[in-house]
């Protein structure tokens, strides 16, 4: 029977909405862990949007950059509490700027590889579009 559901998983996948940022998709996954630890079953495609994945693929994503030593246990627990929160650490606050530059540091390395697993779309983290009329100049040397 496993061939019967496929066509059907794979056409909503075909219509999955990918996260804008880094920050969103880890704002969901938190969410959805809380829920899942509160009781809540969870079942694909039964919010608001269609996502192309499952919270547990963010958390494996985060899970291998720690194996990998690209993040540290302190950004995970920052990612945790603010994650929790639903918020990212204020710029504002003094006491929060430590928590901001762990928060920061974590989402720009999450970022590579929702993008290249198709989790986050939209302009990388960190890169703005030019200004209306700028001009974008080619890399000397390349190739036309």
């Given at each position: 029977m496993p061939t019967a559901?496929?066509?059907?998983?794979?056409?909503?996948?075909?219509k999955a909405e990918p996260f804008s940022c880094a920050e969103d998709a880890w704002f969901w996954t938190m969410a959805a862990l809380t829920a899942?630890?509160?009781g809540a079953r969870l079942a694909a495609a039964r919010g608001g949007a269609i996502r192309p994945c499952e919270p547990d693929d963010v958390v494996k994503?985060?899970?291998?950059?720690?194996?990998?030593?690209?993040?540290?246990l302190a950004h995970a627990r920052i990612l945790r509490i603010w994650?929790?929160?639903a918020t990212a650490p204020s710029p504002k606050i003094p006491a929060e700027r430590g928590d901001l530059r762990?928060?920061?540091?974590?989402?720009?390395?999450l970022d590579f590889p929702l993008r290249a697993k198709g989790i986050v779309a939209g302009p990388p983290r960190g890169m703005?579009?030019?200004?209306?009329?700028a001009e974008v100049l080619a890399?000397?040397?390349a190739r036309p």
């Open positions: 559901r496929a066509p059907a998983i794979l056409a909503s996948l075909a899942r630890r509160d994503v985060l899970d291998r950059l720690y194996r990998q030593r690209r993040i540290e994650g929790e929160r762990l928060w920061r540091e974590a989402m720009d390395r703005t579009l030019p200004p209306e009329g890399f000397p040397g």
